[in-house]
């Protein structure tokens, strides 16, 4: 299944929840289950976006965009990550209105196993999107998959308060929990945004994958002959890109140096998925220096 598809059955899913959560709201007067519900209304509008982002990030190369369209998913994860922030907002804000105007809570038991059977439906997809995310290296699922566990965790806390308040009547106990769902989905709103920002900003490959490139060369290397220097990489969506200059003897024919380069490109591809490596030939005594002044005029 395409991480479209998931985040299509994503949307599916946050319509039934955002049923179930509602439903089960009007029924007991909660404001923990309103600020449950509100956090799926904003899954849904995440998973919208993301969905259009992931379409939009595996468009080819046009002529306005060479490198491809795979940034447009931390667009996805920023746009959650503020929707997310928003919500907590809002969340506090009723929760500080019920706490000055408290009211009773009804058919409690009711509202607790509508929240249970929606978190189980969360729970599952949540899982399944995680590990495609993974897999495909994909930004914007991933996104959505923590925001669906958050709201995981944030139904099985209104869960264990509202039991609480039926066990003990104390119905200050529910503006209380809805803080505490308002605090945990703010954190979870600021990681997406630094996450997306990090994105934009072009980080550097992974630890692991960055070992994986440097073996690779390791087994190219040769004291006389070949070395590589000026190795960077950086990260945009889905896709993965590492530059280097490989020196070799000026002697050498241009078949016989593209022909190693073409060698190294490939045990590079293979040994890192979704890498493209950009590999510029220089002789061994010529070397290339960046951040030259006369470079940037």
């Known amino acids: 299944m395409q991480a479209s598809a998931y985040l299509k059955l994503s949307v599916a899913t946050a319509i039934v929840t955002i049923v ?12 923990s289950l309103a600020a449950d519900a509100l956090e799926s209304l904003v899954n849904l509008a995440g998973a919208v976006f993301a969905l259009a982002m992931v379409t939009l990030a595996a468009q080819p190369p046009d002529a306005e965009h060479p490198y491809g369209h795979h940034k447009a998913e931390y667009f996805s994860s920023g746009f959650e990550g503020i929707l997310i922030i928003a919500a907590a907002l809002g969340i506090l804000w009723g929760a500080a209105d019920r706490w000055r105007h408290p009211e ?37 699922l991933e ?12 139904s099985a806390g209104v869960v264990l308060g509202l039991l609480g308040v039926l066990a003990t009547g104390w119905d200050w106990l529910d503006p209380l929990l809805a803080v505490v769902v308002a605090l945990n989905i703010l ?16 980080e550097a490959l992974d630890a692991e994958s960055l070992a994986q490139v440097h073996a690779v060369l390791d087994d190219f290397r040769h004291p006389t002959a070949v070395r590589f220097d000026h190795v960077t990489s950086r990260v945009a969506g889905q896709r993965r890109f590492v530059d280097m200059h490989m020196h070799m003897p000026a002697s050498w024919t241009l078949g016989r140096a593209a022909a190693l380069r073409t060698s190294v490109e490939q045990a590079l ?7 493209r490596a950009s590999i510029q030939l220089l002789p061994m ?3 290339a220096h960046f951040d030259d002044p006369k470079d940037l005029l």
């Open 104 to 140: 009773p809570l009804h058919d409690v038991g009711l509202g607790v196993a509508l929240a249970i059977v929606s978190s189980a439906i969360n729970g599952g997809l949540a899982w399944a999107m995680l590990r495609k995310a993974r897999e495909v290296r994909s930004v914007a």
């Open 285 to 287: 005594d010529v070397e």
């Open 20 to 31: 179930l959560k509602t439903g089960a709201w009007w029924w007991t007067g909660s404001v």
């Open 187 to 202: 954190r979870e709103g600021v990681h997406l945004m630094r996450e997306s920002t990090s994105g934009l900003m072009d």
């Open 143 to 154: 996104g959505d998959a923590r925001h669906l566990i958050t709201d995981v965790w944030t």
């Open 269 to 275: 591809m293979s040994a890192v998925p979704g890498l």
